[in-house]
């Protein structure tokens, strides 16, 4: 199975299981609890006079049956649905993933003395960009503010600290957000391995390179 198809597979699950539970959720709808509700409330205001014609009681009870087999089998459904859903995103997990993301948050690996490379670029010019880096411990050893960027730009962190001296060899964390002449953001697009995933409402959203994002964020796929 290609990694397309499984995508396309997660999208159309997730779609389903999504419709599956916003129509047990809808409150104008009619549901076997509020059709049993009904059904006792005009047995307890019937008139004692002219009870209720047996054939006629029979035939809502035959309603009833048949409404709570139907909403049994809608639960079943979404139940597969959302199971599909995530087994579908659990084969993504470990694959590169091409996101775009406002705030591009990627580990590097440096050696001392070295540069690296930050694996995201602009999709649009950017008036300001901004590199944060971080050590293992969470401490900011750099902030810089890169200036003007055209689109398409990369970016790479000279492994310098703020006094501008060398730091060690390590993992780091770089953070990179832009922005535009008008202050909005300007988004990037991060290469990064799908960690993980978690699923709201059978919807899939997947971890990775330290954001977390929605199917419709991810642009490729790739082993």
């Known amino acids: 199975m290609t990694i397309q198809s499984t995508v396309s597979q997660i999208q159309s699950a997730a779609t389903a299981a999504a419709r599956q539970t916003a129509q047990q959720n809808d409150p104008t709808a009619l549901g076997k609890e509020q059709f049993l509700t009904l059904l006792t409330t005009q047995l307890q205001y019937q008139d004692p006079t002219q009870p209720m014609d047996s054939s ?8 009833f049956s048949t409404l709570e087999q ?6 079943t459904l979404t ?3 959302t199971a599909q859903s995530t087994s579908n995103a659990a084969s993504l997990v470990g694959k590169t993933a091409q996101f775009s993301t406002n705030q591009a948050t990627a580990q590097v690996s440096l050696t001392q003395g070295s540069p690296v490379a930050i694996p995201a670029s602009l999709t649009a010019a950017a008036a ?5 880096v971080e050590d293992s411990n969470g401490t900011t050893v750099r902030t810089a503010t890169l200036g003007s960027a055209s ?3 990369s970016f790479q962190w000279d492994g ?12 780091y964390t770089v953070q990179l957000t832009a922005t535009d002449s008008t202050g909005q953001p300007v988004p990037f697009i991060q290469t990064a391995a799908i960690t993980g995933f978690t699923t ?10 330290g954001s977390t994002l929605q199917l419709s964020a991810i642009s490729e796929v790739d082993e």
Not at 56 to 63: G, K, P
Not at 70 to 75: A, L, P, Q, Y
Not at 202 to 209: M, V
Request: aromatic share 4%.
């Open 56 to 63: 006629a009681f029979v035939a809502q009870l035959a309603q």
């Open 70 to 75: 139907m909403s049994n089998v809608n639960d």
């Open 79 to 81: 139940q597969m649905l």
């Open 128 to 132: 300001n960009v901004t590199m944060v």
């Open 151 to 153: 689109s398409g730009a």
């Open 160 to 171: 310098l600290d703020d006094d501008s001296s060398p730091v060690a060899s390590g993992t």
């Open 200 to 209: 709201n409402n059978g919807t899939p959203q997947f971890i990775a390179g």
